[in-house]
């Protein structure tokens, strides 16, 4: 067995060699900081960039498996292949713009983006910006931005063919071809993923043990995506398209009893992008449509003739249009409009629903040298919406390269929003049609070491960054009359933070270790409120998290590891309320080996390594330890 | 190495992992007399609770339950009542019946099958009936502790509360899609629905008038955004020796809750307990208690009307004490959402 590993390792060196270049994290380019492409190192903010090569180095598929071991990211997690959603800075979901090639796909019904049903497949990067983008992205940018940036130049005729087993009568199955034809670049790839999902779990809630098989979790999820891609001198034209489908149980809380309720989800995302470059101009155009459809149906809630159903239907029309203007080399603008037309036809509105949104923004990249290089980012955004009126964004971001290239001092100052969802508008009973944005204002200042080489076998890169949102008019459905609720703008909450992360990498990235550490501190800070000074529930003060990453072509090991403190479920502190603290870890080990044009990749997973018993919310199990064991070709 | 490191992320966890204990609960004097206020708690999130209330030394005890038995008494306690010294808890969303020994607030036995969201009991004949909220349906049980199912009587829509008038079961079953305005008879000598009597959209609560019944029917909103569709509330009197329906007063908005005491209803709503004058059919006071008040229960021994104030709803409630006159006697803090309250003091 022994010799058969070493040859495999030999095989894989002789094809592996140009993997091993020296790749600079500060050089990695972000566009979701400030709208254009620019280097990690001089972006003023605290960001994460997950490349196509570190996403295989993540447990699962889903969004919130991939980015769910990065500093200070918090899950509200209903149980696997339920609704999870990300809050960053001590704020809610609804506070996080979600991306796809930075057009937002966060849901206009509630605000928020479900990340277990976005799928990862061929992904150029992951970036997540922490901190308010309202000035350059618009709502929802407050706590902080994930863009998934897809691929776009795929390999010449290329074959893939994946499959993968699991505990639960897991399966996957994935196929893709890209390849060229008529100069035009193309990959079209489909995703199947379906389990029973009838996770093993136990956890106990104060004296009561919970344990059991969960039930109506099942899922069956289809994704088809068509890239193409052409370029003509200057000139650059890309159309991505992505069609997603999903049927899954839905359960309930553990203590009320088997669920029955189903739900269909399907979306539909088409952009097409036109690009034009000059020496000293870009202009880009991007066209965009989205058709988003669900379908609930509970027959537990039957009265004997008809079953309780839910059903909405979104149509999105969005145009953006971005200009970037090299005026010398210290100054460039970034500037830009986008317009979207939304309707939503859901089955809780009296009827067809319709947001008109305008927005203009403008903004600098300046470049000072003033004792050390200074780059600044001053940036404005004005957004129009026609159910409500307008609102002004700005941002400033500054970052100072204080010693050669190694060590950036990072600041930013920012006025961000939210607007009212469609449903705190118009939901039937309740909506609101008098609610205005929820408003923030953010500070943050850290300092980020990038690349810094102690010697040839070891480098390091460290952030650290302090913050403090402040929100105001926090839109919360309040008792109105009868037995009614109503959204009104009530809340105020005070988040301050501190995010710190370790990057180490030794021996040329053999060993790639991370460490994360993030306090967080988020405070309902309502004037005369009865819960004035208390945390806000589900968002825990302290998370750690950790990985490792050993790597010696053809094998890679991962091992990743998360604490989270214990949280709150309820507004009052109540101390019954309280949800226990937890750790987990995660393993997989994986061998990727390469005969002529063959590339395979065997892999197993192991998700809750240690079989931790826990909850993220109460009585929303979470599974035990489980398997994934997957075969992927390329040819 | 791995193990090693293993271990150190371990122990930091716990390092930034430990618990402060909860602090310790004061005992709750046993085989007192005194007033249950069921705390509803929050939908899915099983926090329901009881408080205790003793209206001698004005002492309240919060999370009884728990300080009792050292477990959570599950998701959304809609009802409690109290039969041969055993308190009957119906908790909704746990699809439960718990019992307890009123004496100690020991827990005694859970009833857990053939309910399908239970909402309120009844006892007649040696038998308890518990509507199934969403199971459209009546489960009747016998026997010891009531934990033998018999059989289920169905009836439309949602089944919610009932009363016994004349030996006859009445219950309320709205339905939320399609207004239903209907109520249920049915003989507990046959355990059949006799009768079925229209009253007026939604009818949600049914208490018991005198000999007779008394039905709030709470409207509908209908078009959320058109105000001008809306129906409002209408309470109906039900001779129980006639079976037929009365009389009815006009409420409006859409209460919350009603008790009666003698000749007056006492209801709850939009912005003020109203005081109805069921002889003469008229509002008698519709400002009687201003306020916006969740629930609404008399006690029977000295005729004081307790009030629940459900606050914002994911706080700590409150418990107001009134006379029939109007005045406020005393107030206490109870749990999340005071929906209910159940009287141990005869």
Avoid at chain 1, 368 to 387: C, L, W
Avoid at chain 1, 514 to 526: L, W
Avoid at chain 2, 79 to 106: A, E, F, Q, R
Wanted: glycine share 6%; proline share 4%; charged share 20%.
């Amino acid at each position: 067995m022994k010799k058969v590993i070493l040859i495999f390792l030999f095989i894989s060196r002789v094809y592996s060699e140009n993997d091993s270049l020296k790749t600079y994290k500060s050089n990695e380019v972000i566009v979701s900081a400030s709208r254009t492409e620019i280097m990690m190192k001089n972006s003023p903010s605290f960001i994460t960039i997950i490349n196509s090569e570190s996403i295989d180095k993540v447990n699962g598929i889903k969004l919130s498996d991939k980015i769910q071991n990065q500093p200070g990211l918090i899950f509200k997690d209903y149980g696997y292949g339920g609704l999870k959603t990300l809050s960053m800075r001590g704020m809610s979901g609804e506070h996080t713009l979600v991306m796809i090639n930075g057009e937002r796909i966060n849901s206009d019904q509630n605000g928020a983006c479900d990340l277990n049903n976005l799928l990862i497949d061929e992904v150029e990067r992951i970036e997540i910006v922490r901190g308010g983008g309202s000035a350059y992205f618009g709502s929802n940018a407050i706590g902080g931005i994930i863009n998934i940036i897809p691929k776009q130049n795929f390999e010449k005729q290329k074959y893939k063919l994946g499959y993968s087993i699991g505990s639960y009568n897991y399966k996957k199955y994935t196929a893709g071809i890209s390849g060229d034809l008529f100069n035009l670049n193309y990959n079209v790839s489909f995703l199947k993923e379906k389990s029973n999902n009838e996770y093993k779990f136990r956890f106990s809630d104060r004296g009561t043990i919970f344990e059991g098989n969960r039930k109506n979790a099942d899922f069956d999820i289809n994704q088809v995506s068509l890239s193409l891609n052409r370029s003509i001198e200057k000139f650059q034209l890309s159309f991505y398209g992505n069609y997603f489908n999903a049927d899954r149980g839905i359960p309930n809380t553990i203590t009320s009893g088997d669920s029955k309720a189903r739900q269909k989800d399907n979306d539909l995302i088409l952009m097409l992008q036109s690009k034009y470059k000059q020496n000293n101009f870009s202009l880009s155009l991007v066209p965009s449509f989205r058709y988003l459809t669900y379908d609930y149906a509970n027959p537990n809630l039957t009265d004997g003739l008809s079953f309780v159903h839910g059903n909405a239907n979104t149509y999105r029309y969005g145009l953006s249009f971005d200009l970037n203007y090299l005026i010398d080399d210290n100054i460039s603008i970034v500037s830009g409009s986008e317009f979207f037309r939304t309707s939503i036809d859901c089955i809780n509105y009296s009827n067809l629903k319709k947001r008109n949104q305008f927005s203009g923004f403008i903004g600098f990249d300046i470049n000072q040298e003033f004792v050390v290089p200074i780059k600044i980012y001053p940036v404005i955004r004005y957004d129009y919406y026609n159910d409500f009126g307008g609102k002004v964004s700005p941002k400033i971001g500054l970052n100072f390269d204080i010693i050669n290239s190694n060590l950036f001092l990072k600041m930013n100052y920012s006025e961000n929003f939210r607007v009212p969802t469609f449903n705190d508008l118009y939901w039937n009973p309740g909506g609101n049609p008098d609610l205005k944005p929820e408003e923030s204002r953010t500070f943050d200042i850290g300092f980020s070491i990038y690349d810094f080489e102690i010697n040839s076998f070891m480098d390091f890169n460290i952030d650290v960054n302090y913050y403090n949102v402040f929100t105001k008019n926090r839109i919360f459905w309040v008792p109105f009359a009868g037995s009614l609720w109503k959204p009104k703008n009530v809340k105020n909450v005070e988040s301050k933070g501190l995010e710190s992360f370790i990057n180490l990498n030794l021996f040329d990235k053999m060993f790639d270790l991370n460490f994360s550490y993030t306090y967080t501190n988020a405070v309902n800070s309502t004037k005369g409120d009865i819960n004035e000074g208390k945390l806000i529930p589900f968002i825990p003060e302290h998370n750690v998290s950790s990985g490792l990453i050993f790597n010696y072509d053809p094998l890679t090991l991962g091992f990743s590891f998360r604490f989270l403190s214990s949280t709150y479920s309820e507004e009052s502190n109540n101390r019954l309320s309280k949800i226990d603290y937890y750790h987990l870890a995660d393993a997989f080990i994986q061998l990727k080996l390469k005969i002529y044009n063959i590339s395979s990749n065997l892999r197993l997973e192991i998700n809750n390594l240690y079989n931790s018993e826990y909850v993220v919310i109460p009585y929303y199990p979470t599974p035990l330890r489980d398997f994934k064991f997957s075969f992927t070709i390329n040819y | 190495m791995k193990k090693q490191l293993l271990f150190i992320l371990v122990l930091i966890a716990f390092l930034f992992g430990c618990r402060k204990e909860d602090e310790p609960i004061s005992s709750i004097p046993e085989g007192l007399k005194g007033v249950y206020v069921v705390n509803e708690g929050n939908f899915n999130k099983g926090n329901a609770e009881l408080t205790f209330y003793i209206p001698d030394s004005n002492k309240v005890y919060q999370d009884v339950f728990y300080t009792a038995n050292g477990k959570k008494l599950g998701d959304i306690a809609q009802n409690m009542y109290i039969k041969d010294g055993v308190g009957y808890i119906v908790v909704n969303n746990s699809n439960k019946i718990v019992l307890i020994d009123v004496k100690t607030n020991k827990l005694i036995d859970t009833i857990t099958t053939n309910l399908n969201s239970p909402r309120s009991i009844v006892f007649v004949n040696n038998k308890m009936y518990v509507t199934n909220m969403y199971g459209s349906s009546i489960s009747v049980f016998s026997g010891t502790n009531y934990k033998t199912f018999q059989k289920n009587i169905s009836v439309k829509g949602y089944p919610d509360e009932m009363v016994i008038a004349n030996n006859k079961i009445y219950v309320v079953h709205p339905t939320f899609d399609s207004p239903s305005t209907s109520v249920s008879v049915i003989d507990p000598s046959t355990d059949q629905v006799v009768k079925i009597l229209q009253v007026y959209s939604n009818p949600t609560m049914i208490k018991n008038y005198g000999s007779n019944i008394a039905v709030l029917c709470t409207g509908e909103y209908n078009d959320w955004m058109n105000p001008n569709d809306d129906t409002f509330a209408k309470l109906y009197i039900i001779n129980s020796s006639s079976i037929t329906v009365t009389d009815s007063i006009f409420i409006g908005g859409h209460p919350m809750d009603f008790a009666i005491e003698s000749d007056y209803a006492y209801v709850t709503g939009d912005a003020a307990v109203i005081k109805v004058d069921l002889k003469n059919k008229k509002i008698d006071n519709a400002n009687f208690i201003p306020g916006y008040f969740y629930s609404i229960a008399v006690e029977p021994i000295n005729k004081l009307l307790y009030i629940g104030d459900a606050k914002t709803f994911s706080t700590q409630g409150e418990v107001l004490v009134y006379t029939l006159s109007g005045t406020q006697k005393t107030k206490f803090t109870a749990g999340i959402i005071p929906g209910s309250f159940c009287f141990n003091i005869n």
